[in-house]
Nanobody, 129 residues
Framework: QVRLMESGGDSVETGGSLRLRCVAS?????????QAWFRQAPGQEREGIAV???????SVEDSVKGRFTISYDRALSTLYLQMNNLKSEDTAMYYC??????????????????????WGQGTQVTVSS
C-alpha cells in the first residue's frame, strides 16, 4: 500500500524558511511517476503549488516562484519543498501527493488535486509577522 508522510511544518516569522519533507513508501519510483505539493488554507480550496516528474523536472506556481523549490531524493524516496522568504499568505496545511504516470506542469496546474489519488496527512505551516 502506498503511503506518504509529511513533516517539517512549523510556525515561523515573515521572511523565514522551512523545508518540508514527504517520505514515500509502498511503491517504487523507477517508472514514470508524478509527485506534488499542495496547500490548503482555512476556507480555501486545495491548490497545487509545485510538481516534479520522474525525470526530476519541477514546476512551481507563479505565486511561489523564486521562493519555493521542489526536489526529490530517489535514494531516500523523499520529496522536499524548500520554502524561503515566507509570507503570511503562505500559511496553510501543506500536503504531498503522488500518482503513477508522467505529468507536465501545465497538466498539473490544470488538473489540480483531482489528478492525484494518494495523499499524505498534511503538515501545518504558519507564518506570522
Amino acid at each position: 500500500q502506498v503511503r506518504l508522510m509529511e513533516s517539517g511544518g512549523d510556525s515561523v516569522e515573515t521572511g523565514g524558511s522551512l523545508r518540508l519533507r514527504c517520505v514515500a513508501s509502498g511503491y517504487t519510483y523507477d517508472r514514470d511517476a508524478c509527485q506534488a505539493w499542495f496547500r490548503q488554507a482555512p476556507g480555501q480550496e486545495r491548490e497545487g503549488i509545485a510538481v516534479i516528474d520522474s525525470e526530476n523536472l519541477g514546476s512551481v506556481e507563479d505565486s511561489v516562484k523564486g521562493r519555493f523549490t521542489i526536489s526529490y531524493d530517489r535514494a531516500l524516496s523523499t520529496l522536499y519543498l524548500q520554502m524561503n522568504n515566507l509570507k503570511s499568505e503562505d500559511t496553510a496545511m501543506y500536503y504531498c501527493a503522488a500518482r503513477p504516470g508522467s505529468c507536465t506542469g501545465s497538466w498539473f496546474f490544470n488538473m489540480g488535486a483531482a489528478g492525484f489519488s494518494t495523499w499524505g496527512q498534511g503538515t501545518q505551516v504558519t507564518v506570522s509577522s
